[in-house]
């Protein structure tokens, strides 16, 4: 096959006119535990699957503040996710700095992608391992965009990463068009649903996933565990956990990857430091 | 060797390099002050065009008012050529802005804090740009005139001036400045302090520009004179009432 003559850098072409290396770094964003993303005209829901490690361990945190009016979700290598909120950060303080204002977020995920973009294009160098959702606020309004490795990124209205996101992505489509006059309430309770879609039928709790918001008169915040499980116990007392699909397949369709993020299960025989 | 660099000269080149020893450590041609007020629609500003070189009145077409971007205008008074310098700045980070195109650009507020900064951090080397800047503009229906000074100090407010126009211009825009001049009345006004400056400055020359910004963009004015009357008693002895000890 001709992967192993042209995936052992990033800058090999195959003969197809594919970068292997690159679409490696995709996959593991799909391979992380699932990040949603949802917008109406004033506010930005990020939500994200917390997979601890092991019984003994806590989880990794998935969601990052950035700023007061720009907040991350990321799937995939955390590392990588953390090392690109730090420099997100520092670019809004500077920003601030300079001008008194806060950073455009379209500016910011321009700056964002071609940091990411030139991984690709240096020999000595390796695409981050990283999706991002970013979401934020500024004149022009809210934002939500999907960063990823390849140093591509867009703009969404509602969008699911990480691993079984399809599910969560085929509840977003079905619903995204009410999501623009949405209320702040609303947004959120459609984050859960789409978060518990990845779950194919695991309980969610507050202890399985993580929301936050910012919106118009409020700066980017994670919500506590009481109000996300008092969100919960509401929905779910209302009777509206519409059925999920089928259960089983428990994380499951994750190999040697695992090694990625918290993500799905763990191979216990890999080790993160195998990837 | 060693001897030669702890020398006394060498001491002196910890503070100043020979580098630094080129800049502009006073001015050389300045203009005088500028008068900023905001009005109805947004911001008037008034300048004359003398350019002196020391006490010499060297020039007598010196623009000190200028557009910068869609949403502000600068005044200046001190150093022009630092002026000129900071003009280049601002057309950097403009044309930087602008080539985003992403519908996001720098509203007066913004272009007031990088000033700040760069006028500080400029007199944090030791070298600052020998102005006082006034930046007024519009941006969403929302109007800023804010200053600056070679050393940093800045601070917004409804009307403004520099240099002799604290003492001359501003106490007459405190007792006759309000929030809703139109435009008239805000050249009027504005003329009323040129006058004061024109008669009492010795650096103001008889040759102004009136400058504004509104919602719809910057104009400057072309160059005029005031009516001046140079007849008055107190005038034409001035020492008259004025006795010295010898």
Redesign the interface.
């Known amino acids: 096959m001709f992967r192993k003559q042209y995936d052992t850098d990033v800058t090999t072409w195959s003969p197809a006119g594919r970068l292997f290396q690159v679409e490696y770094a995709m996959e593991a964003v799909k391979q992380g535990s699932a990040a949603i993303g949802l917008r109406s005209k004033t506010h930005v829901v990020l939500g994200s699957v917390n997979k601890a490690n092991s019984e003994l361990s806590s989880h990794q945190k998935k969601i990052f503040k950035v700023d007061d009016h720009i907040g991350v979700a990321i799937a995939g290598l955390t590392a990588d996710g953390r090392v690109l909120s730090r420099y997100m950060r520092s670019e809004c303080i500077n920003y601030e700095y300079s001008y008194e204002a806060s950073l455009p977020v379209g500016r910011l995920v321009v700056q964002l992608a071609d940091k990411a973009q030139v991984c690709t294009q240096r020999s000595w160098k390796r695409p981050y391992g990283v999706g991002l959702l970013v979401g934020g606020l500024d004149e022009s309004g809210a934002h939500l965009y999907y960063n990823c490795p390849s140093g591509n990124y867009f703009e969404y209205q509602a969008f699911a990463m990480g691993s079984r996101s399809q599910a969560a992505k085929t509840y977003l489509e079905r619903k995204y068009e009410t999501f623009v006059d949405s209320t702040r309430e609303n947004l959120l309770k459609d984050a859960l649903f789409a978060l518990r879609e990845t779950l194919q039928g695991e309980k969610l709790t507050s202890f399985t996933c993580t929301l936050a918001i910012l919106g118009v008169g409020e700066a980017f915040h994670v919500l506590d565990q009481q109000t996300v499980q008092a969100m919960i116990n509401e929905f779910e007392l209302a009777g509206e956990d519409a059925p999920t699909a089928e259960e089983g397949d428990q994380a499951g369709g994750v190999e040697e990857g695992a090694a990625v993020e918290q993500g799905a299960p763990l191979d216990q025989d890999v080790t993160p430091m195998d990837l | 060797m060693m001897k030669e660099n702890n020398s006394a000269p060498a001491k002196m080149n910890l503070l100043l390099s020979p580098e630094d020893s080129q800049r502009t450590l006073s001015p050389y041609v300045t203009g005088t002050s500028v008068v900023g007020i905001k009005y109805k629609d947004g911001i008037l500003m008034a300048a004359d065009m003398g350019g002196s070189y020391g006490s010499t009145l060297r020039y007598k077409s010196v623009e000190r008012m200028k557009s910068v971007g869609k949403h502000s205008l600068i005044g200046a008074s001190g150093e022009i050529s630092d002026f000129q310098e900071l003009l280049r700045y601002l057309d950097d980070l403009i044309l930087y802005d602008n080539m ?1 195109d ?3 650009s ?2 007066p ?2 272009v007031h ?2 000033l700040t ?1 760069v006028m500080y951090n400029r007199r944090n080397k030791f070298d600052p740009l020998w102005s006082s800047l006034v930046l007024g503009g519009v941006k969403n229906g929302k109007k800023y005139l804010g200053t600056v000074n070679m050393i940093g100090v800045h601070y917004e407010d409804d009307h403004l001036a520099t240099g002799f126009g604290n003492h001359l211009a501003r106490p007459i825009l405190r007792d006759e400045w309000k929030e809703d001049l139109s435009f008239e009345e805000g050249v009027k006004l504005l003329e009323k302090c040129m006058r004061v400056l024109l008669y009492r400055d010795r650096s103001a020359v008889n040759k102004l520009q009136i400058a504004k910004i509104t919602e719809e963009g910057v104009k400057v004015y072309d160059p005029y004179s005031l009516k001046t009357f140079w007849n008055f008693k107190a005038f034409q002895n001035p020492t008259v009432g004025a006795e010295g000890s010898w």
Do not use: A, C, I, V
Request: aromatic share 18%; hydrophobic share 20%; no cysteine.
């Open positions: 985003w992403d519908g996001n720098l509203g507020k913004e804090n990088y900064r």
